[in-house]
């Protein structure tokens, strides 16, 4: 999820917790008992998560805005950022040369 969608389910769970708070005052119902209620209680965590929400990206967005920025400071002080490291060639020793069936064997009397 990206920021402006979980600003957008924020605006709207406060603005359903704030349309079932007014509708249940109409109705008489106590702040106490409103406090209470589930659906307030649902409605206010839902408004919770999105504040989470939008902390961790926020949090997100700082920690990359600071990365970007040592990147950056990495290559202007001439330091080649870090890749993928190559492997260097090993030089395999030199194979044996096999004996053929006839060298091996014993010549014949």
Known sequence: ?????VEEQ??????NL?????????????SDEIKKNAVMRRLRAEAKKADLRLASIADQE???QAL????????AAGKKPKGPKKEEKVEAPPKK???TKS???KPDK
């Open 68 to 75: 970007a920025q040592a990147k950056a400071e990495k290559l």
């Open 18 to 30: 704030e349309a079932y708070r007014t509708l249940l005052k109409e109705k008489g119902i106590s």
């Open 103 to 105: 060298e091996g064997k």
């Open 62 to 64: 700082k920690q990359n």
């Open 97 to 99: 040369e096999k004996k």
């Open 1 to 5: 999820m990206d920021k402006f969608h």
């Open 10 to 15: 924020k605006k709207i769970a406060l603005k």
